[in-house]
């Protein structure tokens, strides 16, 4: 498994914690920022991410910023990806199993590391069940598809 990881200034810490709980599973990273805590602007670090999980370049991605709303907002943006705001270990397994998401965010203000660890643990380890909720997935595929170009 390949999995992109990028922060804002408001995630970094919680960001390099979760590096290392990949490299410990065995999960080839990449980082795409940022890598320190100076103000910087999100969007600037989601976008990367979200795009080379839509392209196909990575399996997953993975996004913190102070609370993971941001970056969950700019990830979504970009067609393909599915991108679930998780600060529950309950909403790490559902998020996968229902919703078959490619990235996940979080919010480093919000939780701590202990627990965001964990939903990280539990939602590259949980499978997408497919059956009827392959039929809703397709549905927001449909959804980007019919707002393609729409600005």
Known sequence: MKVAIAADHGGYKLKEEIKTLLASMNIQTED??????DSVDYPDYAWPVAEKVAAGEFDRGILVCGTG???SIAANKVPGVRCALVH???SARAT???NNTN???MG??????????????????TEFQGGRHERRVEKIAQIEAKHAGVK
């Open 108 to 125: 480093e203000r919000v939780i701590g590391p202990g627990l965001a660890l964990d939903i990280v643990k539990i939602w590259l380890e």
């Open 88 to 90: 529950d270990t309950f």
């Open 69 to 71: 709303i941001g970056m």
């Open 32 to 37: 795409f920022g940022c890598s320190c805590e």
């Open 103 to 105: 990235v996940l965010a």
């Open 96 to 98: 996968r199993e229902h």
